[in-house]
C-alpha cells in the first residue's frame, strides 16, 4: 500500500497568483500522477510525473501553466501558475504500485481563485 | 459518449437499505476500481478488481467481463457511507473514469 501526504488541504488565492501543491509518498513508488477535478465534473489527468525529468502532460495542459517537479520516488509537486477562477478546483496526488497496479489518492487540494 | 458510464447519478437510501450502484464500460480493460470520495475531497480506493467478486466488509464488487459492466453493493448501509462512488477503469495504457454516484444514507 501507499500513503499519501498532500498539502495544502484547501487555500483560496487570488487571480493572477500561482499556489505549489506538495504530494508526499510513504514509499518510493514509480507512477505518480496528477488530476484535476472540476466541480461536479469526474477526474482529469494533467500529467504523469516523472522522476528526474520532465512530466508528461495530457491534452489541453501545459507546463507553463502546470509546471510539475518530482526529484526523487516518493515526492512531487504541482504549480498552478496565473490562476483565474476557472482553476478552481480539486486537485489530486495519485501513486499506481507497479506490483499490485492499485491505485492510491492523496487527500486532494481544494483550491478556490477569487 | 464516455468511456464509463455509472448509474445512478444521485442516490438517497435509509439506514440499513442494500445499495447496488453500476458502472458500465466501453473500452477493454486491465482492471476496474471502485473509489470512494468524501466531502473533502480525499479518495479511498475500496476495490480492484478484473475478475469475478470481491468482498469487503459490508461492500461487495463484482465484474461481468463479457458485459463489460460492474457493480457496487453495500449491505446495510449506514450514514457513514454517504460519499460520492467513482468508478475508474483502466486500459493498460491510461485510466478512464466515471462521473461519480453521490451517496447520501439517511438515519
Known amino acids: 500500500s501507499a500513503v499519501i501526504s498532500q498539502k495544502p488541504s484547501r487555500d483560496i488565492c487570488q487571480r493572477g497568483t500561482s499556489l505549489t501543491i506538495q504530494c508526499q509518498v510513504d514509499s518510493q513508488v514509480t507512477m505518480m500522477f496528477w488530476y484535476r477535478q472540476q466541480p461536479g465534473q469526474s477526474l482529469t489527468l494533467i500529467a504523469t510525473?516523472?522522476?528526474?525529468?520532465?512530466?508528461?502532460?495530457e491534452s489541453g495542459f501545459v507546463i507553463d501553466k502546470f509546471p510539475i517537479s518530482r526529484p526523487n520516488l516518493t515526492f512531487s509537486t504541482l504549480t498552478v501558475s496565473n490562476m483565474s477562477p476557472e482553476d478552481s478546483s480539486i486537485y489530486l496526488c495519485?501513486?499506481?504500485?507497479?506490483?499490485?497496479?492499485?491505485?492510491?489518492f492523496g487527500e486532494g487540494s481544494r483550491l478556490t481563485v477569487l | 459518449k464516455n468511456e464509463v458510464e455509472q448509474s445512478p447519478q444521485n442516490l438517497t437510501a435509509q439506514e440499513g437499505e442494500f445499495i447496488t450502484i453500476n458502472c458500465s464500460y466501453s473500452?477493454?480493460?486491465?482492471?476496474l476500481h471502485w473509489l470512494q470520495q468524501h466531502p473533502g475531497g480525499g479518495i479511498v480506493s475500496l476495490f480492484m478488481l478484473s475478475s469475478g467478486k470481491k468482498k469487503h466488509g459490508r461492500l461487495i464488487a463484482t465484474i461481468n467481463i463479457q458485459e463489460k459492466h460492474s457493480s457496487l453493493h453495500i449491505t446495510a448501509s449506514h450514514p457513514r457511507d454517504s460519499a460520492v462512488y467513482i468508478c475508474?477503469?483502466?486500459?493498460?495504457?491510461?485510466?478512464?473514469f466515471g462521473t461519480g454516484t453521490s451517496l447520501t444514507v439517511i438515519p
Open positions: 473500452v477493454g480493460i486491465s482492471a
Open positions: 510525473a516523472n522522476q528526474g525529468s520532465e512530466a508528461t502532460y
Open positions: 475508474a477503469v483502466h486500459t493498460g495504457n491510461q485510466f478512464y
Open positions: 495519485s501513486v499506481r504500485t507497479s506490483g499490485g497496479g492499485e491505485l492510491f
